[in-house]
């Protein structure tokens, strides 16, 4: 995403910094550390607008709801200076925009593209509540052979109320949130991944042990990349001599982990040998039908055009 022309990685960027200074500020009552959380909230809101303020207030909140009750949290949270520097940040541009177009910069931003969208009333890419579940499964595809262990790390954190819960909730309060909204695209969960970066990363360096059971997985894996490997010789029929080798060099590795890889420090470098050839044959694919995809999302903001032109004149009538 951070080579798409989108927002999000700037937004991920801001809500990160947001929640850390939040945390920060909460757990040791630190002011400074507060101000800072508003201040990169306004800048989040001015990358994308009230998504960028919901979803780190909502992580935060919930978090410290679960850890210090209501009254505490609120109390924190809502500082009268905060709310001051968020004001001075983030609402001159769109106080300078509505005076400028009035009502109808309002509609556009706040109401086609924030509300609208969400609710529904504007239909430009809405999909099934359960559409983020293969996405944000397949996106940890090369540490799936751990998911036992990383059910444990979040199941221990709940029972022993330990401060991991916050990256839980960070993780699950966006996936939750967008799976709620009628339109869906797979850059609105970004911000859960640092999140389960950092559990997954803080898990994995405990293991001391690799158990029978991340290798079983492996075999499972090395099942699906050999299924992939077939699947190559008759699909990706121009680029096949390319997809045949990095798939084959994605098998092997898996095959290398089963067989030698004893530490967490040798599998993680042979998962990001994985990694890197996935991303490359991701990449290399979507150059080699760039047309085809190019096609499809014309298709796709057409449709959507329609519909707004639609909602437009709703609003006129």
Not at 40 to 68: C, D, H, N, Q
């Amino acid at each position: 995403m951070a080579r798409a022309v989108a927002p999000e990685a700037a937004l991920v960027l801001f809500e990160v910094i947001a929640l850390y200074c939040f945390y920060k500020g909460i757990e040791e009552s630190n002011k400074i550390s507060i101000y800072s959380g508003y201040l990169s909230l306004s800048l989040a809101f001015l990358t994308k607008g009230p998504v960028g303020v919901l979803i780190p207030l909502g992580i935060v909140i919930i978090y410290f709801v679960f850890r210090k009750g209501v009254r505490d949290t609120l109390k924190k949270v809502l500082n009268p200076v905060g709310i001051l520097i968020f004001a001075i940040v983030g609402f001159p541009w769109y106080i300078v925009m509505l005076k400028k177009y009035g009502y109808t910069y309002f509609q556009e931003f706040f109401l086609f593209h924030n509300l609208y969208r969400f609710s529904g009333a504007a239909r430009q890419h809405p999909f099934k509540f359960y559409y983020y579940v293969p996405i944000f499964v397949g996106s940890l595809y090369l540490w799936l052979p751990f998911v036992q262990e990383i059910k444990n790390y979040i199941k221990g954190a709940f029972q022993n109320k330990s401060k991991e819960i916050f990256f839980v909730i960070w993780a699950l309060f966006p996936l939750l949130f967008f799976s709620i909204s009628v339109n869906k695209l797979h850059n609105y969960i970004l911000i859960a991944y640092p999140a389960v970066a950092i559990m997954v990363g803080d898990c994995l360096s405990k293991i001391g042990q690799i158990r029978i059971t991340v290798k079983r997985l492996y075999f499972g894996a090395i099942m699906i990349e050999a299924c992939m490997l077939i699947l190559s010789f008759h699909y990706v029929k121009h680029l096949q001599t390319f997809f045949v080798a990095g798939i084959s060099v994605i098998l092997l590795t898996s095959v290398i982990i089963i067989r030698s890889a004893t530490s967490m420090w040798r599998i993680s470098i042979l998962t990001m040998l994985k990694g890197f050839c996935i991303l490359l044959l991701v990449i290399v694919f979507f150059a080699a039908h760039k047309q085809n995809i190019h096609g499809a999302y014309a298709s796709i903001h057409y449709e959507a055009d329609i519909e707004k032109e639609g909602c437009e004149n709703e609003s006129y009538l």
